[in-house]
């Protein structure tokens, strides 16, 4: 362990025992990722979610091999308190990480950071090391995983037996992902491998390698598979398990024959999937295993067949082969089930759960569109719909950025985060002789002007103001200089500009500020003002609808408009108004061309990319307009300073 190692404080949820598995499961599964990693790192605190939870689960929380310690959510950390567990939280209190994929993921990053030799553990993180980066707001994949699957099983064990019917769909649908084909790096290589393995019918080579794949492997943990040899065979399985031994075996170091080399790439035969996300072993299925199992045993004891699961069991029994699960299932206290009597039934047999609904495949299929903005436009203002935008309440106002520290001022302070820092006087006088890298200092300060204008002008001393997507913190960092009298939080999804932004801060010695690494849906503390610049897509319309929640005023700049599109959480058109008048696909037509405001753009054409704009955040403000806010769309000033360059102010009423 490094010496200069600062201990953090990992704060798990609990509610009650269910079995061998702590509810939340989120707490299970971060339980058991630290007993997989073998990981001492943290200070580990279970926080119970109400009073009346049984204080004796102490006992049996000692039994996951790590010292546990327990406190009342009003001993959290401040900074905690206004965040969903699991959280992270550095020694200092102001640096705050929550949510099941970034707690996890920081978990990782931690033990290779302080033992280097853990490659394994990194490897977690899989290609690129993007597993479950991606917010579940956007991805359906992370939210399978981190919400859908883990609230579906917490609601069946939470459920009496008769109430059990049917598989849950969330469940369903991780079968159905394991159906479809792999894509993973170089899997034309793999493919092609596969197709002269096909062709040879080699099916002996396979079984040798994993037995010798075995000499590599703890005593404890036994065998590689113990499932038919034949499964044995297949090239994805010899990809997948090389990885996890100390030496890598390749998969074949001979050219294939001519033959298979000029086999077109669509005509090559798809890769099946060995773990959660393909072929590797990734944080993914670290974060299924327990859900998965306590679904098993949940069915298990209420006598229930799955006969629409065999690849999810399949991939149960698989992943327990893995080295380390075993281990780290009995710290948990986890005792896996077997099923010798499952039978792997044959695609036709399977109740068909996959049929996409005639409703969802028309917006699918809606989504899909030619043309131009045209003739939506013409349609709402045939309606008396058309873009409007309220005067600026201060068009002039402006911070004396010269006299503000180096660390607030955006132009300084990307020279002070240069990585080349001996080159700093250089990357100054580049600066100034190169015009694009001025004016890019100037457009963001006068973006800054705009938005800080209106924070101060709605702000109160006491008030909490929430910089939310704020990335390296350009906006919050000048809110918590000006306005000491305030709490600024920022919260951004991207641990590096958060760092960032983090180290801009404690230069400036800010004591009123504090950062939370999290998707927004995992913080819930109470703020009075909203704020964010430049927020991507449906996140301007996520931060708009937290702040209606907590009753809180927006100042919100919009930004690629043309990512817009119907998720789980919203539906577009927002406003009644316009969903009387426009369909999906005509709402997204508008989205599409709001983006055509590019300086390189002929001016009629951007012309109509500020009306489309406008057009879009006049739906927004009409939606909030229905939740009881008086709001304005207006442009920055001067609207040079950024193509993008409307601004929506709400103020609840």
């Known amino acids: 362990m490094k010496g200069g190692f600062t201990e953090e404080h990992l704060y798990l949820a609990y509610s009650h025992q269910f079995e061998d598995c702590i509810i939340p499961l989120h707490t299970s599964i971060s339980l058991f990722l630290l007993s ?67 707690v996890l993921r920081h978990i990782i990053q931690e033990i290779q950071q302080v033992d280097p030799s853990k490659k394994l553990v990194l490897e977690l993180l899989g290609f690129k090391k993007t597993c479950l980066k991606a917010c579940a707001e956007v991805s359906q994949w992370t939210r399978l995983c981190e919400i859908s699957i883990p609230q579906a099983v917490e609601n069946l064990l939470n459920a009496s037996p008769h109430q059990y019917e049917d598989i849950p769909s969330e469940v369903l649908l991780f079968e159905k992902k394991l159906r479809e084909p792999v894509r993973v790096h170089n899997d034309d290589k793999i493919r092609r491998q596969k197709l002269q393995q096909q062709k040879a019918g080699d099916k002996t080579a396979a079984p040798a390698i994993a037995r010798r794949a075995t000499k590599n492997l703890s005593p404890e943990e036994g065998t590689v598979m113990d499932i038919q040899e034949q499964e044995l065979a297949s090239l994805e399985l010899r990809v997948a398990f090389s990885k996890l031994v100390v030496q890598e075996i390749p998969v074949t170091t001979s050219r294939e024959p001519s033959h298979i080399r000029k086999t077109k790439t669509s005509d090559l035969p798809p890769l099946e999937h060995v773990f959660a996300e393909g072929l590797y072993f990734t944080l993914a299925d670290v974060v299924l295993l327990p859900c998965i199992h306590q679904f098993l045993v949940f069915s298990k004891k209420n006598n229930k067949k799955l006969l629409d699961l065999p690849l999810v069991s399949r991939w149960y029994h698989r992943v327990q082969e893995v080295p380390g699960v075993k281990n780290a299932a009995a710290k948990c206290n986890m005792q896996f089930l077997q099923f010798p009597d499952l039978l792997f039934f044959p695609d036709e047999q399977l109740r068909d759960v996959y049929t996409i609904p005639d409703d969802l495949r028309e917006k699918c299929e809606d989504s899909q569109f030619i043309g131009g903005p045209r003739p939506t436009m013409t349609k709402l203002m045939e309606s008396g719909i058309e873009a409007k935008f309220s005067p600026h309440p201060c068009p002039r106002w402006t911070l004396d950025w010269n006299s503000l520290p180096a660390a607030v001022n955006p132009g300084k302070a990307c020279i002070m985060m240069h990585p ?25 300060q006068q973006q800054l002007n705009n938005l800080v204008s209106m924070v101060i002008k709605l702000s109160k001393p006491g008030d909490v103001i929430v910089d939310f997507c704020s990335g390296g913190g350009h906006v919050g960092i000048v809110l918590a200089h000006m306005l000491p009298s305030c709490q600024v939080v920022l919260i951004e999804n991207k ?32 703020f009075n003002i909203g704020v964010a610049l430049h927020a991507c897509g449906v996140a301007t319309d996520m931060v708009i609808e937290h702040c209606i929640k907590a009753h809180a005023a927006f100042v919100v700049c919009p930004c690629c408009y043309g990512f817009i599109q119907n998720t789980v959480k919203f539906m577009f058109p927002r406003s009644h108004q316009f969903k009387e008048v426009l369909s999906y696909k005509e709402h997204m037509i508008l989205c599409r061309f709001a983006d055509q405001t590019a300086v390189r753009l002929p001016p009629e054409r951007r012309l109509i990319g500020k009306h489309c704009m406008g057009l879009v955040d006049l739906d927004r403000a009409w939606a909030a307009e229905g939740c009881n806010y008086s709001v304005q769309v207006m442009s920055m000033e001067p609207e040079s300073c950024s193509p993008k360059n409307n601004m929506v102010v709400g103020v609840p009423i």
Request: glycine share 6%; hydrophobic share 40%; charged share 25%.
């Open 36 to 102: 997989y990693c073998d990981c001492k790192l943290f200070k580990v605190f279970l926080v119970p979610v109400s009073d009346s939870t049984d204080d004796q689960l102490f006992d049996k929380a000692q039994l996951y091999d790590l010292e546990v310690h327990f406190i009342s959510r009003c001993q959290l950390p401040l900074v905690v308190q206004s965040c969903c567990l699991p959280a992270i939280v550095e020694e200092n209190g102001k640096f705050c990480r929550a949510g099941l994929s970034v």
């Open 420 to 444: 080349y820092l001996k080159y700093a006087e250089e990357f100054v006088k580049v600066l100034v002789k190169g015009k694009m890298s001025g004016d890019r200092g100037l457009r963001k």
């Open 495 to 526: 641990e590096l500009s958060l760092v960032r932004a983090k180290d801009r801060s404690d230069e400036l010695g800010l004591h009123n500020i504090w950062f939370i690494q999290a998707n927004l849906d995992y913080f819930k503390g109470t």
